[in-house]
């Protein structure tokens, strides 16, 4: 189609240099904005994984406040071999704090409330880092994008 093009206007006169100049600036354009839409998915990407890095970060600190009024810290014996921690049999945070005798503890309830509240806020930005990953990278796997991916150095992330 493109020879077929340069034939005709090669009959009609207007000569091979102009069209191959339009040709060679369009995709350039088409290349520059390929490019654009590369670098805003990977840069949602990282902007929603350094959101999961520090909400973890926050339930990190809200545990060990938590630990360190329920003194659940792990145990370790003189050997070193055996850690044992001091509420093991409860499966959940609340019963922790029930069986540990702090229910009525305000301290022990507002960090309870924290976490179950830092959870879901984890697990919202997980899925939202999720998401945009899994966009970021069909956009790389596919192929009109992954020529230029492949010639700026984005790579698929991993899973």
Request: charge should be positive.
């Amino acid at each position: 189609m493109i020879i077929f093009a340069l034939f005709v206007f090669k009959v009609t006169g207007i000569g091979v240099l102009p069209i191959l100049l339009v040709i060679t600036g369009a995709i350039f354009l088409w290349g520059m904005v390929v490019l654009n839409s590369l670098r805003t998915r990977k840069s949602n990407t990282d902007i929603y994984l350094q959101n999961v890095g520090k909400v973890a970060f926050q339930r990190v600190q809200l545990l060990m406040q938590l630990g360190e009024l329920l003194n659940t810290n792990l145990v370790v014996d003189q050997e070193g071999y055996n850690e044992t921690k001091l509420a093991a049999e409860t499966k959940t945070i609340a019963e922790s704090i029930e069986n540990l005798g702090f229910a009525d503890n305000n301290e022990a309830n507002r960090l309870q409330t924290a976490l179950s509240q830092n959870a879901s806020l984890l697990l919202q930005t997980q899925k939202k880092f999720r998401s945009a990953r899994g966009n970021y990278n069909e956009l790389c796997k596919h192929m009109p994008y992954r020529i230029i991916a492949s010639l700026f150095g984005f790579k698929p992330l991993a899973v």
